[in-house]
């Protein structure tokens, strides 16, 4: 799933939950269960998603949601082949993109 946030420095819990079609308690079971996300907290204690957080969220939610791994699965393919894998997963998204635009290109002509 390739998330459409506005490009900023932090993301809210709520945001990311928007922009993942879930809800924040799914997003707080997750920054418990992988390493990988790590956002920062201000002084109240609320949640501030970076772009490398919101990046691996969407290969989380990717291996969970899309290709059907267990938690379990997922965090042993996270460890074992995660910059590999993430790297891969990345250059995948942008050429989906690239692809959707050319499409819309050609439907233009």
Do not use: C
Not at 19 to 47: H, M, T, Y
Not at 81 to 98: A, F, Q, S, V
């Amino acid at each position: 799933m390739k998330v459409n946030l506005p490009e900023k420095l932090y993301y809210s819990i709520g945001e990311v939950a928007k922009a993942f079609k879930v809800n924040a308690s799914l997003i707080r079971f997750w920054e418990k269960e992988f390493d990988a996300i790590q956002p920062k907290k201000n002084a109240k204690g609320n949640r501030k998603f970076t772009p490398q957080d919101i990046k691996n969220l969407e290969f989380i939610y990717h291996l969970v949601k899309e290709r059907g791994f267990t938690l379990e699965g997922a965090k042993i393919h996270l460890k074992e082949e995660g910059k590999k894998t993430l790297h891969n997963y990345e250059i995948i998204r942008k050429l989906e993109t690239i692809k959707s635009e050319l499409t819309k290109i050609k439907n233009h002509i």
